[in-house]
């Protein structure tokens, strides 16, 4: 199995643009997650998703971020419009859920706002 | 809030000494307990995790202490490795670990050699 595969890996915008991160998980997985990290803030819990169902978003900071899983292969995070304190790398993870916790993390998307 | 409190911020060890990492935690209903290693421009991978029914787990050089009663637990790395130079995360989740990670803030460990 190829792991989490997050695309683009690297996305440099400018404030106000629309953004869309984009994350296949594990084939099997039922359990998707969205992580932001920054040297701030460390990282966070954005948003969980079981089987395609979002369970948690109390983590999503802003009605700005959004977050889809249309299917059990791709989910998708956009921020519209984005902002320079959007800038971060953001993670996707997936994971077996309840009986096999153990999650596995994509290489991540590095976003810049500027 | 900070749910899980992680220290220190920045370890230096010399080659095969022993690694030492702290975590606490403050939400009881937390249940399992992992550790994550993570190298410059990678996402965090899962290095050994832990579940407060059992006070220790090993895996090859690296050991999980878990104190219930303490709300503490601790990640030693034994026979410290240039190769193991990364930042170690601990983290915390309800449900079994279905809920989603809480982490640490993270500890940027250097191996010397």
């Known amino acids: 199995d190829a792991g989490v595969i997050q695309s683009p890996r690297h996305e440099v915008t400018e404030m106000g643009q629309e953004v869309t991160l984009r994350c296949k998980p594990i084939s099997g997985h039922n359990s998707l997650f969205w992580y932001r990290q920054t040297m701030m803030r460390g990282l966070e819990l954005l948003i969980y998703f079981n089987n395609n169902v979002p369970i948690d978003d109390s983590g999503m900071p802003e009605d700005r971020f959004s977050a889809k899983m249309p299917n059990a292969s791709f989910s998708t995070l956009k921020i519209q419009p984005s902002e320079p304190r959007d800038s971060a790398v953001y993670f996707c993870?997936?994971?077996?859920?309840?009986?096999?916790?153990?999650?596995?993390f994509g290489q991540g998307t590095r976003l810049t706002v500027v | 809030q900070q749910q899980v409190k992680q220290s220190p911020q920045s370890l230096i060890v010399q080659k095969g000494g022993i690694s030492i990492i702290n975590c606490a935690y403050e939400?009881?209903?937390?249940?399992?307990f992992p550790w994550y290693q993570q190298f410059p421009g990678k996402g965090p991978a899962l290095l050994i995790a832990?579940?407060?029914?059992?006070s220790e787990k090993k895996e090859g050089r690296f050991t999980i202490s878990f104190n219930k009663s303490a709300k503490q637990f601790s990640l030693h790395i034994m026979d410290s490795q240039p190769g193991d130079s990364a930042t170690y995360f601990c983290a915390a989740a309800k449900g079994g670990g279905a809920d989603g990670l809480t982490f640490g803030k993270g500890t940027h460990l250097i191996i010397q050699p």
């Open positions: 832990i579940r407060p029914d059992v």
């Open positions: 939400n009881t209903a937390f249940d399992y």
């Open positions: 993870a997936s994971s077996f859920g309840r009986l096999q916790p153990e999650a596995f």
